[in-house]
Nanobody
Framework: QVQLVESGGGLVQPGGSLRLSCEIS????????MGWYRQTPGKERDLVAS???????NYADSVKGRFTISRDNAKKTAYLQMNNLKPEDTAVYFC??????????????WGQGTQVTVSS
């Protein structure tokens, strides 16, 4: 059974930094894109950043220049380095990935989410 486990969330002051991690475990044949989404109460889950297996990245305009997504394919882990955090970055952050467990098809999996709160 595939699991995505996020860690690294917490409370930080405006201007501070956090690093989120997402580790994939289970029986896995291959991993395609990995990404981070965030969600606040009553709103839809929005893309923050994504990264392809080759390392090509995509960011939401609101985080460009402040957040950096990366991945370690050997460790099956994705990271989100968040700098210069703002109160509007407060949300639950979810990790997601398209994973092939051996059937030849890629299926989207999600983590349980980690809370990031930016407040003084």
């Amino acid at each position: 059974q595939v699991q995505l486990v996020e860690s690294g969330g917490g409370l930080v002051q405006p201007g501070g930094s956090l690093r989120l991690s997402c580790e994939i475990s289970g029986v896995i044949f291959s991993i395609d894109d990995m990404g981070w989404y965030r969600q606040t109460p009553g709103k839809e889950r929005d893309l923050v950043a994504s990264i392809t297996p080759a390392g090509r990245t995509n960011y939401a305009d609101s985080v460009k220049g402040r957040f950096t997504i990366s991945r370690d394919n050997a460790k099956k882990t994705a990271y989100l380095q968040m700098n210069n955090l703002k109160p509007e970055d407060t949300a639950v952050y979810f990790c997601t990935s398209n994973i092939n467990t051996g059937s030849g098809r890629y299926t989207s999996y999600w983590g349980q989410g980690t809370q990031v709160t930016v407040s003084s």
